[in-house]
DNA sequence: CTGTTAGCGCGTTCAT
DNA sequence: ATGAACGCGCTAACAG
């Protein structure tokens, strides 16, 4: 790999000539900067940016931490921010913490070390850990999906989303509502989205019995798992019932289907997070568009104007979401 | 942010010495390390990973090319990539060409300038512009999904999979087998799933009308429109249908889904790729699993063999592939 | 066991 | 219009 200096070498001028016609910067006669890009054409050299950096302590490059790569979530995130980010010239380093928690954090030093110019995290959990961590950084950060105290943050409306969806299966009639929900150490897709649904219900007067509520994972196996608990525990056997995420809702259905229930006259059915199978399964799933992409440039926007504006001031952004109506309701 | 000399002089030392804690290489005398790791840990000081490839040449960071980011082959492959890289402690940096060709040579040198210990390009077609940029690179690289001459390369076994379905379908019965493919200036899914289809047809002796092969792009309604053109334009209607891609059988179902063809009993169809989707639609569809994290972690292994051992031959690894062979035939 | 010195590749004054 | 000299933060001989 050449270097600015053998580039200078090669073209009898010195190091800052060629500096200067990289950079456009400064006065050199239109001769040499020929002879000089001819040589940079003909030897491929390509400055480096670790030196670059090292000088002008920009990056160009955006840290993005994920819970877990290969989502429809995860990818269509990174798919809108990369796209903010690409205009202005960024790129994304990515870092996957496989829903590790103690991860996010090394990972959050690790990027630190690669002096990226921000730091964007989508965050599956709130510690004081973490909390702390983040405020250490002390460079552009923003985070996702969770709220945070003291960092710009990118959120989903997941309160009133679950919201929509229990007044939605109210409106057609149902009363007796199960839930299908994960954890409640994630914030928003635990605890949120479980009071939307509970609120709803103590306000309308209908009762919640407990083998209604059921918990799962991230996965379709335990929304199977779920569903086939409620079916087969309750006493009262409810209508409808409110997966916190597209995939337990697709195991809720599976099992349903396999047991003979019909879909939505036995039980109605519903998730969150538009992914693709909801559109396709039949009956096609009643879900919540959260526009992920959306979010995405959302977030990349802001650690932008972190970087480029200098703009230092803390915001919460609360995205729109789309409910879908389809068949399972 | 702190660097190396504040914390030498914070503990009354040389900078060396604390390169040398940071490092663990050469003695330093436990009290003196004591000192030193408090500090760094009081500050929250992080090495700075530019300064240190400034010297070493190493940046334990690999170049991660993909034409699109939000696809199921994609973040599979990411993910399969990330798993093998993580555990030797290497990041990866992400570009997204959008399918755009003349990106990826722009993002080869782009991350050349970034000094990637190794470049791992998903390509989607082959000329001799990118042959020639890769080759001017010179570091490690490899290859997914097409056959590039003078690099290594991580493949996918096109024609004996298409083999496979046609193969399959003619085995259900059948004689008359529509096609819908994409541009053949993408090889591997263009040009040889089709040589796959054409070949077995020719070798069974069966006809292939010009109405049969239709071409659509990467997308579900193109493989709605495909499958439409085939019912419409069709003088003799086949019976069983391969798309290239499930995108491409999802959209042409719909389509016969849409008119109240029966499936498979009017029209049998399978596609390539094993999108969770397929599994869901009904009838479930026949496709094949490539493997993509398998793939991403064969890349993966490739490129850090090259950068670990040295390792400069030219490997080409063709993975397995399985056919699942589901309702929709 | 520890410090001094040099240099990685680049941008940036400051002279000329 | 061009160059010399310096320093960014770090590691790696080499001395002691």
Redo the contacts between chains.
């Keep these: 790999?050449p270097t600015i200096k053998d580039i200078a070498e090669m073209a009898n001028v010195s190091r800052t000539t060629v500096s200067r016609v990289l950079n456009n910067s400064g006065y050199v006669s239109d001769e040499v900067r020929k002879r000089i890009l001819k040589i940079i054409e003909e030897t491929?050299y390509?400055?480096?940016?670790?030196?670059k950096?090292?000088r002008t302590k920009k990056?160009k490059?955006i840290g993005v931490i994920l819970p877990k790569?290969?989502?429809?979530t995860?990818?269509?995130l990174?798919?809108g921010i990369?796209e903010v980010l690409?205009e202005k010239g960024y790129?994304?380093?990515?870092?996957?913490t496989n829903l590790n928690k103690e991860k996010e954090i090394e990972f959050i030093?690790?990027l630190?070390?690669?002096?990226v110019d921000g730091i964007i995290l989508t965050a599956t959990n709130i510690n004081d850990e973490l909390i702390n961590e983040i405020k250490?950084?002390?460079m552009p950060f923003v985070v996702i999906g969770q709220e945070i105290p003291g960092v710009s943050n990118v959120l989903y409306d997941d309160y009133h989303a679950a919201r929509a969806i229990i007044s939605l299966f109210i409106e057609k009639g149902h009363q007796k509502i199960a839930f299908i929900g994960v954890d409640e150490s994630d914030r928003a897709v635990g605890y949120w989205r479980k009071k939307g649904y509970l609120d709803v219900m103590k306000e309308h007067g209908y009762s919640v019995e407990p083998e209604w509520v059921q918990k799962g994972i991230f996965d379709i196996q335990s929304g199977y798992d779920a569903m086939k608990r409620i079916m087969e525990q309750s006493k009262i056997r409810p209508t409808a019932t409110f997966a916190v995420t597209d995939r337990l809702a697709?195991g809720a259905m599976q099992y349903l289907k396999e047991k003979g229930y019909a879909i939505p006259a036995d039980m109605a059915l519903a998730g969150i997070g538009a992914s693709?199978?909801s559109h396709?399964?039949?009956p096609s799933l009643t879900t919540v568009d959260y526009l992920n992409?959306e979010a995405g440039k959302a977030a990349a926007k802001l650690i932008l104007d972190k970087i480029l504006k200098n703009d230092s001031s803390i915001k919460k952004i609360t995205l729109n979401y789309r409910l879908l109506i389809r068949d399972s309701v």
Tied chains: 1, 2.
Excluded: C, F, W
Excluded at 46 to 51: D, I, Q, Y
Excluded at 69 to 72: H, K, L, M
Excluded at 112 to 115: F, G, N, T
């Design positions: 790999m491929g390509v400055p480096s940016e670790h030196a950096s090292l990056t490059a790569i290969s989502t429809e995860s990818s269509r990174v798919s990369d690409a790129q994304i380093l990515l870092a996957n030093n690790l630190k070390s690669r002096q250490r950084v002390s697709i693709e199978i396709y399964v039949s992409e």
